[in-house]
């Protein structure tokens, strides 16, 4: 018992620390108005607000100096300036940004009111205290507020329309799946699809079994839901099993399964009732759940590491471009063949693609499977091959998988299918090893900056390198990346590890 407490404990530390959503507010009236927290749609939303009166307020320095009689110089700015702030600092009630509240005219009135309001007080305040007239300062104010309104009516406007259209709908909708074999699974299953409206969308019901008990009341097997995930996006998982005479090991066995899944996995109340283990509860639909595993990154999260990986990835593509260029015409004089040397590796998601690096071995050698790993002094490699290992410039042409889409500048390493560590395939050698793959990789990394690069060994060379690979998962942000790449420059492009 307290060997699989210990594992169903370890699954949830690795899968929680540092990640704390918003809580999902509880239910609303009403078919189908079960809110969904979309962080991206939330981020996006305050974006456009923030731009949106920013852009109104600029407006008005266009318009209030038609107003403002004498020397208002100083008086116009400071007002727009503190309105500003003020829409910007006051606290908004986040839950009207969930679907389907953003939907709604009134709820999005009760979201944008207050702060509006506080903007036009400040800026009344701000020109009174600066001795202007009042007709002035109540002219100038209302302008504020009317074009600011506005301007926000007509982005919002936009967005609902956009929001309503069923492709996006769809898009935006949480697909869930159920794992369990009786008619507990199969009344959850259907509960969510009947009463949680357009917000999610169940996939199906899929057996906790090695084989599917029934396949008439369930869509397959454990590893069928597992292959699916790679195939789908795949929001959320609810354990809807059977409570057991061992339920912290049945949930622990699942979990543990469940591990390389891109997915948050929830579990009903019931089955872990009467255990002594701190779970956090949140509400999916219709049912307040217990949360067991998290996805590394939120979407929002996603979207901001997106964001850096492209613009920070065109940059230094544009910069270096005429250093490849060098490289290529020097890889081309001094052995025949392609410039480019193209590997499948494993990735996001547990899916395969084609990774780009420059040439460094000889074609007639060149191993594209990876069974042989490259060593010190290894004669495959040409001698301009060589020192461009030395530097890591081998790798430069990867800025192409990442404006792909295909990898990001700092995550885990990928590897070459065939990789091997103390002669095991890696997923074979380390249970851990497939976790990395809930992010997308990268051309550099939190274990290359700490050393840990070059040939896999031993298991030791692979357990660290994991190791590092998921305290960054765990400790992921922006600054974070951005540390990454510089102590990548620093330290990596003369380390006495690359070969």
């Known amino acids: ?11 949830i530390s690795l899968s929680n620390d540092g990640l704390v959503d918003e809580p999902q507010p509880s239910r609303t009236t009403g078919a189908g108005s079960y809110p969904y927290h979309h962080p991206v749609m939330a981020g996006v939303t305050t974006s456009l607000d923030v731009f949106g009166v920013l852009g109104a307020t600029i407006l008005c320095t266009h318009v209030e100096p038609a107003i403002l009689m004498g ?8 007002a727009d300036l503190m309105s500003v702030l003020g829409f910007l600092m006051i606290p908004k009630k986040r839950s009207l940004l969930y679907i389907p509240n953003i939907l709604h005219i009134s709820a999005q009135i009760r979201y944008l009111a207050p702060p509006l309001v506080i903007g036009a007080l400040l800026h009344f305040v701000v ?12 002219a100038l104010s209302l302008i504020w507020l009317g074009i600011c309104t506005a301007t926000l009516f007509v982005l919002r406007g936009g967005e609902i329309l956009i929001l309503q259209h069923p492709s996006v709908t769809r898009h935006l909708a949480r697909n869930i799946a159920v794992i369990g074999s009786d008619e507990v699974a199969t009344k959850v299953a259907a509960r969510v699809a009947e009463e949680a409206g357009p917000t999610y969308r169940m996939i199906g019901v899929f057996d906790d079994h090695d084989t599917a008990l029934d396949s008439t009341v369930t869509d397959g097997t454990l590893d ?5 995930s790679r195939e789908s996006r795949l929001h959320a998982i609810i354990l809807a099993i059977p409570p057991s005479s061992d339920p912290v090991d049945h949930v622990a066995e699942i979990s543990w399964r469940l591990r390389s899944v891109l997915s948050d996995v929830y579990v009903m109340p019931n089955v872990v009732h009467g255990i002594d283990v701190l779970l956090p509860i949140e509400r999916l639909g219709p049912f307040a759940l217990l949360v067991l595993q998290r996805r590394p990154l939120s979407d929002w999260q996603i979207v901001r590491k997106t964001m850096l990986d492209v613009v920070l990835g065109a940059i230094a593509l544009a910069l270096l471009a005429p250093l490849m260029g060098m490289i290529a015409i020097a890889i081309k004089m001094t052995s025949p063949g392609p410039v480019f040397f193209r590997q499948p590796r494993l990735g996001y998601n547990n899916r395969n ?3 780009f690096k420059f040439r460094s071995m000889y074609t007639d050698m060149s191993d594209v499977m990876a069974a042989k790993q490259t060593s010190r002094d290894d004669p495959r490699v040409t001698r301009i091959g060589k020192w461009l290992r030395r530097l890591s410039l081998d790798e430069l042409p990867q800025l192409l998988n990442v ?5 990001s ?5 990928p590897h070459a299918p065939h990789t091997r560590a103390d002669g095991m395939l890696l997923d074979d050698a380390l249970a851990e090893y497939v976790i990395r793959h809930q992010v997308k990789p990268g051309i550099t990394g939190w274990a290359q900056v700490n050393g840990a690069r070059g040939e896999l060994v031993t298991l030791d060379d692979l357990r660290r390198r994991v190791e590092y690979d998921l305290e960054y998962m765990q400790k992921w942000s ?15 492009v003369f380390s006495k590890h690359a070969f």
């Not at 020397?71 to 400071?78: D, T, Y």
């Not at 404006?403 to 990898?407: H, I, K």
């Not at 922006?478 to 990596?492: C, G, M, N, Q, S």
């Open 224 to 228: 069928d839901l597992i292959a699916r």
């Open 71 to 78: 020397n208002g110089h100083l008086a116009l700015p400071l």
């Open 478 to 492: 922006l600054r974070f990346d951005l540390k990454i790449l510089a102590l990548t420059v620093l330290r990596e």
């Open 403 to 407: 404006l792909r889409g295909e990898m």
């Open 409 to 413: 500048l700092v995550g885990p390493r």
């Open 127 to 138: 020109l009174y205290m600066l001795h202007r007239p009042t007709a002035q300062i109540i």
């Open 353 to 355: 693609f084609m990774v």
């Open 1 to 11: 018992m307290s060997e699989s407490f210990g594992r169903l404990q370890d699954a």
